[in-house]
């Protein structure tokens, strides 16, 4: 049973259009995160999700912004994607924030012609 | 913060041999984790380990918290294991911090 869904698998935007990518689980899971990754890299965190609060880390860019409308999904938008901005986008969720297991969701993989 | 390194960077075997991957962290933790990447992508979690040993059928993990680091066994190798292994702990802000992985290759 899949707990952790991403919807597109693959996606394909042009330079500055804009793009959302989703995420929804079936968990329960307080807390929802976005990771980006690209090749032969560790992901790195854009932000995360407990609850209603939002958490964003220092370094990323105002291009990428997110949205929890309930506890089942989070969307990811990117206002206007750059070259640089093609990678996979993970999503993951945990029951608490750090002291628990992360479960990842199988990514989109994003392509900015 | 943190520091995680992981070893060895590549790591290429037989099928049906066996291998440790290390996990080195430069402060004390709470939690830690070990993750498969398949070769499409997905990220599996294999372990939740701050401490102790644990086994999942062929494969195993040992964290050694007083000492810092972090071990994964994979016994009998086989070609589905391919992919990186990524070691990851928490930090002061209770994120992931995660380690440059071990990309491991199988052959038949």
């Known amino acids: 049973d899949a707990m952790v869904i991403q919807n597109p698998r693959y996606q394909v935007t042009q330079f500055g259009k804009p793009v959302t990518l989703s995420c929804s689980q079936t968990l329960n899971h307080n807390v929802m995160y976005w990771y980006q990754q690209k090749s032969s890299q560790a992901p790195k965190l854009l932000f995360h999700y407990y609850d209603k609060d939002f958490n964003n880390e220092a370094d990323t860019p105002d291009n990428f912004q997110s949205r929890r409308p309930n506890t089942s999904f989070c969307f990811l938008d990117i206002r206007s994607p750059g070259l640089g901005d093609a990678a996979m986008y993970l999503c993951?969720?945990?029951?608490?924030?750090?002291?628990?297991?992360?479960?990842f969701g199988p990514g989109t993989r994003l392509t900015v012609l | 913060g943190i520091q995680v390194e992981q070893s060895p960077p590549d790591l290429i075997l037989q099928e049906g041999a066996n291998s440790t991957l290390r996990c080195n962290f430069s402060?004390?933790?709470?939690?830690l984790q070990w993750f498969h990447q398949n070769p499409w992508g997905q990220l599996i979690n294999l372990f939740y380990?701050?401490?102790?040993?644990k086994q999942n059928g062929r494969l195993s993990a040992t964290t050694v918290a007083t000492e810092r680091y972090s071990l994964l066994y994979i016994s009998s190798s086989q070609t589905t294991d391919s992919g990186v292994y990524f070691c990851?702990?928490?930090?002061?802000?209770?994120?992931?911090?995660w380690g440059a992985g071990t990309k491991l290759i199988i052959k038949p």
């Open positions: 402060d004390s933790v709470n939690n």
């Open positions: 380990i701050p401490s102790g040993t």
């Open positions: 993951a969720t945990s029951r608490l924030a750090g002291l628990d297991t992360q479960y």
């Open positions: 990851a702990v928490v930090g002061s802000n209770y994120q992931l911090i």
